[in-house]
């Protein structure tokens, strides 16, 4: 097998529903041991259909691939022992719990570091501990609403307050957990130290809207409201054409030189002071986005695609989901993939999104049937087949039927 960069890593996931596992799933296809560890009703997402069998609904699919799964019922002391036994010799604990629940599992930070001094103690939750919002349960919806997005939409759009239709909360704090879980990852080998990261979704994603949105509010004193005039342009959106839609962003200088010469015009171009540069742009956005969109208007999204491909203007179509599955590019460069799942019969997934010359990642195993795993994990850390028959009778773990 092909060595992959986290190889020798073992990572205990205490994790459910999307966040979480999504970061775990990405260090599993990195080439960590991920060890799922699933209360005996599992992991809630595996219910959401649709699905062939029960507990294996296509959401927990796309999230939990290159992970075991042992069921341990942490609410009894042989799966609290068991937990801990399974702590001594990891690298990693992930965690979605609030920090107070880890408490009163009797896995928190303090308890877990004497166990596994080395161990990073990795908590995925709403809200730093610091604040009156500490022990307050957190959902992606949740979030989105509290950095302003359904605000700025119906501010922008005139519409009523929407969430965006994905769960970028939870991806986007799962990627920002994976980096700093390589980089304790890499402390850890140099010398030897485990630590606690929190990593507070909150946060996180005031850090990732505040980024273009902080505006006059980034100086002290103010020199300006928040917000990044561009991004808040009403016709910053697919823009029409005779006949469909067409995304495209003239955003250099070089781009809004090279498209007014493409469509003949290049000394309105220079003629008109709001294209003196990016500032003078920034600053007129909303009337110059307004002209492009009543421009596009005027060819068919087939015309409007070469003009501006033979311009080297950044444009794409505005696809639909089943566009994107049939997309020719992904079909080139072999994005979905179908494989063979043990229980699942024929499934299509996605191929890790990067390409390494050396130690390439790429899933480890399927996605695991509910306590798939829970014999050879516990084998592995010492327990023989008396505990583990006893265990199974007691319901402190499961395998499947």
């Given at each position: 097998?092909?060595?992959?960069?986290?190889?020798?890593?073992?990572?205990?996931?205490?994790?459910?529903?999307?966040?979480?596992?999504?970061?775990?799933?990405?260090?599993?296809?990195?080439?960590?041991?991920?060890?799922?560890?699933?209360?005996?009703?599992?992991?809630?997402?595996?219910?959401?259909?649709?699905?062939?069998?029960?507990?294996?609904?296509?959401?927990?699919?796309?999230?939990?691939?290159?992970?075991?799964?042992?069921?341990?019922?942490?609410?009894?002391?042989?799966?609290?022992?068991?937990?801990?036994?399974?702590?001594?010799?990891?690298?990693?604990?992930?965690?979605?719990?609030?920090?107070?629940?880890?408490?009163?599992?009797?896995?928190?930070?303090?308890?877990?570091?004497?166990?596994?001094?080395?161990?990073?103690?990795?908590?995925?939750?709403?809200?730093?501990?610091?604040?009156?919002?500490?022990?307050?349960?957190?959902?992606?919806?949740?979030?989105?609403?509290?950095?302003?997005?359904?605000?700025?939409?119906?501010?922008?759009?005139?519409?009523?307050?929407?969430?965006?239709?994905?769960?970028?909360?939870?991806?986007?704090?799962?990627?920002?957990?994976?980096?700093?879980?390589?980089?304790?990852?890499?402390?850890?080998?140099?010398?030897?130290?485990?630590?606690?990261?929190?990593?507070?979704?909150?946060?996180?994603?005031?850090?990732?809207?505040?980024?273009?949105?902080?505006?006059?509010?980034?100086?002290?004193?103010?020199?300006?409201?928040?917000?990044?005039?561009?991004?808040?342009?009403?016709?910053?959106?697919?823009?029409?054409?005779?006949?469909?839609?067409?995304?495209?962003?003239?955003?250099?200088?070089?781009?809004?030189?090279?498209?007014?010469?493409?469509?003949?015009?290049?000394?309105?171009?220079?003629?008109?002071?709001?294209?003196?540069?990016?500032?003078?742009?920034?600053?007129?956005?909303?009337?110059?986005?307004?002209?492009?969109?009543?421009?596009?208007?005027?060819?068919?999204?087939?015309?409007?695609?070469?003009?501006?491909?033979?311009?080297?203007?950044?444009?794409?179509?505005?696809?639909?989901?089943?566009?994107?599955?049939?997309?020719?590019?992904?079909?080139?460069?072999?994005?979905?993939?179908?494989?063979?799942?043990?229980s699942e019969g024929t499934i299509r997934d996605m191929a890790v999104p990067s390409t390494w010359s050396a130690t390439q990642p790429a899933p480890t195993r399927h996605a695991p049937r509910l306590g798939e795993h829970s014999v050879e994990i516990l084998n592995e850390i010492g327990y023989d087949e008396e505990t583990i028959n006893r265990m199974l009778a007691s319901g402190a773990t499961a395998r499947p039927a």
């Amino acid at each position: 097998m092909t060595a992959k960069p986290l190889d020798g890593v073992r990572i205990v996931d205490l994790s459910n529903l999307l966040m979480a596992p999504y970061a775990t799933q990405i260090l599993g296809d990195l080439g960590a041991d991920i060890v799922k560890v699933e209360a005996p009703d599992g992991d809630p997402v595996r219910g959401i259909g649709p699905l062939r069998n029960p507990g294996m609904g296509h959401i927990f699919l796309s999230v939990n691939r290159s992970k075991r799964s042992i069921v341990l019922d942490l609410k009894q002391p042989d799966g609290l022992a068991a937990m801990k036994a399974l702590l001594k010799d990891a690298d990693v604990l992930l965690y979605n719990r609030r920090p107070v629940v880890m408490e009163r599992l009797g896995l928190g930070y303090r308890t877990v570091a004497d166990i596994n001094p080395r161990i990073i103690y990795a908590g995925l939750f709403g809200y730093g501990q610091d604040g009156p919002y500490a022990d307050r349960p957190a959902f992606d919806d949740l979030i989105q609403g509290a950095i302003g997005i359904p605000r700025v939409t119906m501010e922008v759009y005139g519409q009523e307050p929407t969430y965006v239709p994905a769960a970028i909360v939870d991806r986007g704090v799962a990627l920002w957990a994976v980096g700093q879980i390589n980089a304790a990852l890499f402390h850890q080998s140099r010398t030897g130290e485990g630590q606690r990261i929190d990593i507070p979704m909150f946060e996180m994603m005031t850090s990732f809207m505040l980024g273009e949105h902080l505006g006059g509010m980034a100086f002290e004193p103010p020199l300006g409201p928040p917000g990044y005039k561009r991004l808040f342009a009403p016709d910053r959106r697919p823009y029409a054409t005779s006949d469909g839609h067409i995304c495209v962003l003239i955003y250099t200088d070089r781009q809004w030189r090279s498209f007014f010469r493409a469509i003949g015009r290049e000394a309105e171009h220079d003629a008109d002071p709001r294209f003196a540069g990016m500032t003078a742009r920034n600053e007129n956005i909303a009337s110059i986005y307004a002209d492009l969109a009543a421009l596009l208007k005027t060819r068919t999204t087939a015309a409007w695609q070469k003009v501006l491909d033979d311009a080297d203007i950044p444009v794409m179509p505005m696809n639909s989901l089943d566009d994107l599955l049939a997309d020719p590019h992904l079909a080139a460069t072999g994005f979905f993939q179908v494989s063979e799942h043990p229980s699942e019969g024929t499934i299509r997934d996605m191929a890790v999104p990067s390409t390494w010359s050396a130690t390439q990642p790429a899933p480890t195993r399927h996605a695991p049937r509910l306590g798939e795993h829970s014999v050879e994990i516990l084998n592995e850390i010492g327990y023989d087949e008396e505990t583990i028959n006893r265990m199974l009778a007691s319901g402190a773990t499961a395998r499947p039927a």
